[in-house]
């Protein structure tokens, strides 16, 4: 990597980090690329070289995230034990317990995930691919172990899923409620739709 | 919608003779709000400014105080107009239907029916719905209840009917049917999906979420 290169790239940690923090203290709406600019210490033009909207910065801030997550997945998901449903129990308890860190943040997240935007490198909640295929994994390993009804479509489990563990974020938006309550709830959501999936 | 503001509960004012005054005012309310409801389309709710609202209506910002104290309440009565047009047809559709499914996907069928045809809108609504401020949550929160509620007697209707176990956890049914009612418009929104294949989706996904609590 060369000098100019490594400077971009130390641009870019630095944008990203201030956005991060900025979203979340702040809010996403009311945070402007200037006051990113300026927390990151680097001038507004070179955060428009390396990106190029809000929703585009938005967008890595999240990718950087989960990718920190995913990595910690890959390494806990081979020990998942017990049931297909305390297996999805633990996948999402550990979600809420990294997203409840900045929840204003995942917010906006959730929030630009309906307004879709033509910059490139956008990928809104619900496009993510690793936790659609992680989610995925753990279905069809319980249909292999005879945990899940064969001809059930894993799928539509995914959608319900997602769409239960997104809303719930409500509850931490509204009425604070930690990790532990929204991960609580989430569990009767799973045991729910558990019971319809079960080979019978 | 739902995450959206409807005031049904308020009391309707008793029938007044409007004076030239009341009705000029009553002018100016409705052309605001068609302004307005043509810019949040247009532009979204942040991309709409009550000085653009102003201008386009042909008024002063202040005229737009006078009838208005913020763009919240501007928008919020946008959505309350539309609620209020979607939300009797659902009722119908849900007390009348002879099973669950028909009852949730009556229900739906009339929501997204609406609100496909007007997607920059609803966008603007979810979106806003995310990142208010807690009052307006509050207040968001307080409508939602009544699409549960319609929701709850569809589900308890299917209980009485021997369709549901008498032990079904209805209101947690109630709550993850909508999630993903909610979540099925990012399909209309990202890859264009048709009101016919987001009821199609809702009924495979319904079948998913009531499998384990069918009698």
């Known amino acids: 990597m060369g000098v100019r290169d490594e400077q971009k790239q130390a641009t870019r940690e630095k944008v990203l980090e201030a956005a991060r923090d900025l979203f979340n203290e702040t809010g996403y709406e009311e945070t402007t690329i200037r006051a990113i600019a300026e927390r990151a210490g680097v001038s507004v033009g070179s955060v428009f070289t390396t990106f190029a909207s809000k929703a585009e910065v938005l967008s890595h801030v999240m990718d950087k995230r989960l990718g920190e997550l995913y990595a910690e997945f890959d390494r806990v998901v081979p020990f998942l034990r017990g049931s297909t449903a305390d297996r999805l129990c633990s996948i999402f308890a550990i979600h809420y317990e990294f997203e409840t860190r900045r929840v204003k943040l995942f917010l906006a997240h959730i929030a630009a995930s309906y307004s879709p935007c033509p910059d490139p490198g956008v990928t809104p909640y619900g496009r993510n691919e690793r936790l659609t295929q992680m989610l995925r994994e753990v279905l069809e390993e319980g249909v292999a172990r005879g945990d899940v009804r064969s001809d059930f479509d894993p799928q539509l489990a995914i959608d319900v899923l997602k769409a239960a563990y997104a809303w719930n974020y409500r509850l931490a938006a509204n009425r604070q409620a930690s990790a532990t309550e929204l991960s609580a709830l989430m569990d009767k959501q799973i045991q729910l739709i558990a019971e319809g999936w079960r080979a019978a | 919608m739902s995450f959206v503001s409807l005031n049904i509960e308020s009391p309707t004012d008793a029938p007044v003779k409007l004076t030239r005054r009341a009705l000029a005012k009553q002018r100016t309310r409705e052309r605001v709000l068609s302004a307005a409801r043509r810019l949040f389309t247009e532009r979204g709710y942040e991309g709409a400014t009550i000085r653009d609202i102003a201008q386009a209506a042909g008024m002063s910002t202040g005229a737009v105080f006078a009838s208005f104290s913020d763009k919240s309440e501007l928008f919020d009565e946008i959505l309350t107009a539309d609620y209020e047009v979607i939300y009797a047809q659902m009722k119908q559709a849900g007390v009348n239907a002879a099973t669950v499914e028909e009852g949730v996907i009556g229900m739906f069928a009339v929501a997204y029916g609406f609100h496909v045809e007007q997607l920059p809108l609803l966008q603007a609504s979810i979106a806003v719905s995310w990142t208010r401020s807690e009052t307006a949550e509050r207040r968001n929160r307080g409508h939602l209840k009544h699409i549960f ?43 264009a999906w048709s009101v016919e294949a987001l009821l199609s989706r809702l009924s495979d996904q319904l079948k998913v979420i009531l499998a384990g609590a069918r009698a």
């Open chain 2, 149 to 191: 509620a319609l929701l709850n007697g569809v589900l308890t209707r299917g209980v009485e009917r021997g369709e549901l176990k008498t032990d079904a956890d209805v209101k947690l049914l109630a709550e993850i049917i909508w999630d993903v009612y909610v979540a099925n418009y990012r399909r209309a929104i990202f890859d």
